[in-house]
């Protein structure tokens, strides 16, 4: 039964060679899109994973609303924060200090 499938579509494919060939490019485009998004998808997930307790792992961002401007998204924080950061936030840890200089 398997022989019998197999020998069809060969034949089909020799038949309609252009059509196969646009079916078969289609397939080959389409897995590698889905190989690259899934990569991609993956790389994105275990980024921090080398990190100790990574699922508690959290960013700082900031909004600045300059006046007849539109808001400002930062990743970056102010100085001020690094300060108040062990003092005001009892459940942040801070073992040592990543101010920069």
Known sequence: MWRNYLTIAIRMLARY???SAI?????????????LILTYVHYERSYDSWIPNAGR??????????????????QASPDEFY??????????PCARSARIP
């Open 83 to 92: 300060g108040m950061r062990s003092g005001s936030f009892p459940q942040i």
């Open 17 to 19: 060679r252009v059509q």
């Open 57 to 74: 792992v959290f960013q700082v961002q900031t909004t600045v609303h300059p006046p007849g401007m539109a808001d400002v998204h930062s």
């Open 23 to 35: 079916n078969i490019g289609g397939l080959a485009l389409g897995l590698a899109g889905c190989l």
